[in-house]
């Protein structure tokens, strides 16, 4: 095999792109192996780390790319070359997108300010750059006047705590860094959903969470008037929930705003307590959603408290019918649904007893462990980061397992589960093969920023695999019926494909419990 | 600062600015949104030290530092300048009675300082010729030989109020030239242009090289100035201003410029005392060399750039030149200090019988018209020079976009038809330039490396960017 390196000067790509332009090269014949990535100090270590580190690469630029070739035979450098100039010409838009036409509009901006110059209407700056850029552009968003909508992580908390106090003294929102969700006047951001506009605030640290709350509710006929993700560090102690308190003061003020629902992680106390003090004093009614969180603290200032976005769903929908949403109670699985699991459970080979969650979306996993936790005496998971269920090492334990595939570990050199769905259906195979697995509990997440085609993927990485007395596969999918993959279509394909699809992600998660008492009772003699 | 933006929810849809992913642009657009998708580079290419000091330097929209604010304050003053300098054609001389600091043993040069091992081909053969016309050597031999001995002493064109195109060689009894700036009282020279083909700026000097040189001494340069004194002199700058508007850029196409300087000295020449004979002599050559006034738009950016060169505080580029081995800029605020960094290679089209392979690295003054607002910044005013690179003439018009994206301001009085008469970009800002990893675009001719060949083609190519990021370091170490 012959390494050989190819540097493109003065370009920049963005991972995903180059991730794409690999695998394209990948494709070529004579090509063993290949990677592009940009020639930062962090890529160039991981470069020596696989020995594609050479000579040509070490001396590679920050803002050169790099490209790394295995070749067959070193006659195919030239032929590979070629593929790849074609490829960079092809990634060279020529459009000035929909904000062409004004003044010198005709050439493509390279700077915030070139491009403030042609659209000065413009009051977002959505930034998905890099984190190591992140902070320098940003800060220059908000001295420009912008509202940065900052989608990457990787960012340092001294920079966002630095940006946040910025934003403050300026007036100005930052929503993340990584903040996957928003949805500003019925347009969504990032990964989000096409959701109907109507009377709902909603202010969330997590992407997913904003996108199931804002998906049940849309089809509960409730729309939504803003979205506003803030960013998972938001309400940590550090962060102090700059910006939720932001966004809560923007939406009091929003007469167009009826409810608020604060959705979260549990915060660290002191922020809870910030928080919390806040949306008490709010002159619009505000429902919490701290996932798992301890109702005490919101209990305290009568403030109605969800530890899941099903249960928030359910309290916003009642604070709109002017009913009492401490009234919200928590039902149960519906009786057809817990025949169906009593079904499924009886065809289930003999020897099947873990449930698998393979999930994309965090917040989903945690979700979906909160209703499993109470039937699961034992288990494994990467969401919680210490203890005896805390996933060291070996991902494949002979025990349940809730998995969150977005998680660093798994996204290091390849895009986020929602995108990408190589690693998971890979796993779903491994888990189809396994005699023990039981149950397969997935998230489907559809929108913007998604997969074009998630049913596809899964439907064709578990074709040919079925076999009677196999897992059950059970699965929630986020989306709506506006989406660029319509949920409707993507529910018909997944049953097809061999799928149940429930209603919500907690009611999947129940179905996969009540499958395992089923189970349970089964194997008691 | 910058207004800040209300926050979307007081007005239907979102208009975003994208840095990024382009399918976050898409997506928005997708919905009914607008989203302007920028095409990011890491700024500065990511360097950290030249990030730290654009920071410090460099923060439009950002609240403005002590030293920030002097920058600007310095920047504008210095537009002032550049654009309200004049230029008045007043005479010809022979060089060595006006050009200051030129002794009988001394030859200028394009281009940054060089010593005479180093120079390229064309370079020492122009100074070769330029030694055999003042007689100071019989043979090209024996003119190497001198200009090797350590005899002669070489210096930049610039270092004398003057600018020369490719080679720019200058000797004691070449006739200049001689403009001058009443705004401010400063002034420049240049030497005749020799028309095309085998010509002493590309490196030629055999025999036909050295008579015409006699001739231009002798016979144009006396004829022309009795003119030009009877007219009272002849306003350059005015002259620029129109042929811009007429197709021209003023550094690779002339033929505008030149025929308005025909059709202004015409008048005198048949007021003067020269025969019918002469004056046809003289609207012969100036008719059939489309660059003759390229000898006079050079000296007219140079007497704008040099009313900013020692501007405290100022970030705008003061000179470029090359000398066929490096490219050389000064910076307003940093005095008389050349950065330099290898001078590029030209993409164009070459002549019959030449190709890439032949052509010397990018030589000459010429880009003194890239440092006053006109030349490759003015490609918009001048879209039939783009067919040297094989392009459109869209490609004319991005590249003055893109000039406007690194200079500090619009050109009062050189305006561009297709931009609804907007001024061309003036004052090139190092830190513009560095931030963006834009330099400036330059038209230039083409020499052929070996000396006494000549033109071979014309082209265009960027400035090295080393050279600008250098400059700002040094900008950084001042404070």
């Known amino acids: ?525 | 600062m910058s207004e800040p933006k209300p926050f979307p929810g007081a007005g239907p849809g979102i208009v975003a600015v994208n840095l990024g992913l382009p399918s976050f642009a898409d997506s928005l657009a997708a919905q009914g949104g607008s989203s302007l998708h920028i095409e990011w580079q890491p700024a500065a290419g990511g360097d950290p030290t030249l990030l730290a000091l654009l920071d410090r330097l460099h923060r439009p929209g950002g609240e403005l530092g002590e030293r920030q604010r002097r920058i600007e304050a310095a920047n504008e003053e210095a537009i002032t300048r550049l654009v309200t300098a004049q230029s008045l054609l007043q005479d010809i001389r022979p060089a060595r009675e006006v050009v200051p600091g030129l002794t009988e043993t001394t030859i200028l040069h394009a281009g940054p300082p060089i010593a005479w091992e180093r120079m390229c081909g064309p370079m020492q053969g122009a100074i070769a010729g330029a030694l055999i016309y003042e007689g100071q050597a019989r043979t090209p031999a024996e003119a190497f030989d001198l200009a090797a001995s350590g005899r002669i002493h070489f210096d930049s064109c610039h270092h004398h109020r003057m600018v020369g195109p490719m080679a720019g060689v200058v000797s004691p009894s070449m006739p200049v030239f001689v403009l001058h700036n009443p705004t401010h009282g400063n002034t420049a020279y240049c030497t005749l242009n020799e028309g095309l083909g085998k010509v002493l700026r590309f490196g030629a000097y055999d025999d036909e090289v050295i008579a015409r040189l006699r001739w231009l001494e002798t016979f144009l340069a006396p004829a022309l100035a009795k003119a030009i004194r009877l007219a009272g002199g002849i306003n350059v700058k005015a002259l620029i201003a129109q042929a811009l508007q007429m197709g021209d850029e003023l550094h690779n196409r002339n033929v505008a410029g030149t025929s308005l300087f025909l059709r202004t000295i015409f008048p005198s020449l048949l007021d003067s005392d020269l025969s019918k004979q002469q004056v046809r002599e003289v609207v012969d050559f100036i008719s059939s060399n489309n660059h003759f006034f390229l000898n006079l738009s050079m000296p007219t950016g140079k007497l704008a750039a040099d009313t900013i060169l020692g501007l405290p505080d100022c970030t705008l580029m003061a000179a470029m030149a090359r000398n066929g081995v490096e490219l050389g800029i000064r910076v307003a605020g940093l005095g008389e200090r050349w950065f330099t960094a290898p001078a590029g290679q030209p993409q164009g089209l070459y002549f019959g019988g030449y190709s890439a392979a032949d052509a010397n690295r990018d030589l000459g003054d010429s880009t003194i018209c890239e440092t006053a607002g006109f030349g490759g910044a003015a490609m918009a005013c001048a879209p039939a020079i783009v067919k040297f690179t094989g392009g459109q003439a869209s490609q004319a018009t991005a590249i003055t976009r893109e000039m406007y994206e690194i200079s500090y301001a619009r050109h009062r009085d050189y305006q561009i038809p297709a931009f609804d008469f907007s001024g061309t970009p003036v004052g090139v800002d190092i830190r513009k330039v560095v931030e963006r990893s834009s330099p400036p675009f330059i038209n230039t001719g083409i020499a052929h490396k070996q000396a006494g060949i000549g033109q071979v083609g014309a082209g265009l190519l960027r400035a090295p960017l080393a050279a600008f990021q250098e400059a700002l370091r040094a900008f950084g170490e001042l404070g």
């Open chain 1, 1 to 525: 095999m012959f390494l050989r390196t190819l540097i493109v000067p003065d370009r920049y790509l963005d991972s995903v792109l180059l991730m794409g332009l690999a695998a394209r090269l990948r494709g070529l014949a004579g090509v063993a192996d290949a990677s592009a990535v940009m020639g930062t100090e962090a890529n160039r270590a991981l470069l020596a780390e696989t020995g594609l580190l050479d000579e040509t690469a070490t001396a590679a630029a920050p803002g050169d790319v790099i490209v790394s070739l295995q070749l067959a035979e070193p006659t195919q450098l030239p032929a590979a070359q070629a593929a790849l100039e074609a490829m960079l010409a092809e990634l060279t838009r020529t459009d000035a997108g929909s904000g062409g036409g004004a003044g010198d509009a005709a050439t493509p901006p390279r700077t915030l300010e070139e491009a403030l110059r042609q659209r000065p209407d413009a009051s977002v700056a959505v930034i998905s750059l890099p984190g190591g850029y992140v902070a320098r552009e940003a800060r220059r968003a908000l001295e420009l006047g912008l509202h940065p909508f900052i989608f990457s992580d990787n960012v340092p908390l001294a920079d966002e705590v630095a940006l946040k106090a910025l934003g403050r003294e300026r007036g100005l929102l930052v929503m993340g860094p990584d903040c996957g969700t928003a949805i500003l006047n019925g347009l969504a951001l990032g990964f989000a959903n096409r959701v109907a506009r109507g009377p709902v605030g909603i202010i969330g640290a997590s992407g997913t969470g904003i996108q199931e709350l804002s998906c049940l509710l849309h089809r509960q006929g409730i729309g939504i008037h803003q979205a506003i993700g803030v960013g998972g560090r938001d309400l940590s102690a550090a962060v102090g929930g700059s910006s939720m308190l932001q966004a809560l003061a923007i939406l009091e003020a929003d007469p167009a705003c009826l409810v608020i629902v604060l959705v979260s992680k549990p915060p660290h106390p002191e922020v809870a307590q910030a928080v919390l003090d806040r949306a008490a004093a709010c002159a619009k009614p505000c429902v919490i959603c701290f996932l798992g969180g301890d109702p005490g603290q919101a209990a305290q200032r009568n403030l109605p408290f969800a530890r899941r976005l099903d249960l928030a769903a359910a309290m916003t929908r009642a604070v709109l019918a002017g009913e009492d949403p401490l009234t919200v109670a928590d039902a149960p699985l519906p009786p057809a649904r817990q025949a169906q699991a009593t079904t499924l459970a009886a065809d289930l080979g003999a020897g099947r007893r873990f449930v698998r969650g393979l999930f994309s979306g965090g917040t989903l996993g945690k979700e979906a462990l909160l209703v499993l936790r109470e039937s699961l005496p034992t288990y494994r998971t990467n969401l919680e980061e210490e203890g005896p269920r805390a996933l060291v090492g070996d991902d494949r334990p002979t025990d349940h397992l809730i998995l969150d595939l977005g998680d660093d570990r798994y996204t290091r050199g390849r895009p986020h589960p929602m995108i990408d769905f190589g690693l998971r259906c890979q796993r779903l195979q491994q888990e189809l093969a396994d005699p023990s697995c039981a149950v397969l509990l997935l998230d489907v997440v559809l929108g913007y920023g998604a997969h074009p085609d998630p049913a596809g993927e899964l439907a064709t990485a578990v074709a040919g695999r079925l076999q009677p007395g196999g897992p059950v596969l059970l699965a929630c999918v986020v989306g709506t019926e506006n989406d660029p993959q319509p949920r409707p279509d993507q529910v018909r394909r997944l049953t097809a494909a061999g799928f149940q699809v429930l209603d919500t992600n907690v009611e999947a998660a129940r179905m996969a419990a009540a499958i395992l008492v089923e189970l349970q009772r089964r194997n008691q003699p």
